[in-house]
């Protein structure tokens, strides 16, 4: 979380997956549970998985999580079933407000969006594939009277 120079509150979270650059989960994993596809999606194999959770305390987002179930780890797998058949994947498909995007990630970054937060400097090592978009500042119509 940052506070900028008016004093507002800016948060920035990621609760799943953000298929990182150098992923610490495929970096930690002794059982080899994960993998990366050549379009930088990270995929997790769960019949390997020992449930060891070295994946979840390595991720400085804390994407994988443990299945209650199973005992094992779940995480997003960007719905590559849907991008291979050319279609977005579930969560940018049904956010209402279109604050989710599929880029191209090895375009420039557009003017409106930055790749690292200030204060969240582990990102720079795992370098996740996602780019914020930087909020617009609202204006406010106040009606007199």
Avoid at 90 to 113: E, F, H, K, R, W
Wanted: glycine share 4%; with cysteine; proline share 8%.
């Amino acid at each position: 979380m940052n506070i900028n120079k008016e004093n507002q509150v800016l948060g920035f979270l990621s609760l799943a997956c953000n298929h990182c650059i150098n992923p610490e989960c495929i970096r930690v994993c002794k059982e080899k549970c994960f993998y990366k596809r050549r379009d930088g999606v990270v995929l997790y194999n769960s019949q390997r998985c020992s449930g060891c959770q070295r994946c979840i305390g390595a991720c400085p987002f804390q994407a994988p999580k443990v299945n209650p179930r199973t005992k094992k780890i779940s995480k997003c797998d960007f719905c590559f079933k849907q991008l291979d058949q050319g279609l977005e994947p579930t969560c940018v498909a049904s956010c209402i407000v279109g604050a989710l995007q599929v880029i191209d990630i090895m375009q420039p970054i557009p003017v409106y969006a930055q790749e690292t937060l200030p204060d969240f400097s582990i990102i720079q090592f795992t370098k996740p594939s996602i780019r914020i978009i930087l909020p617009k500042k609202p204006q406010c119509f106040w009606r007199k009277g």
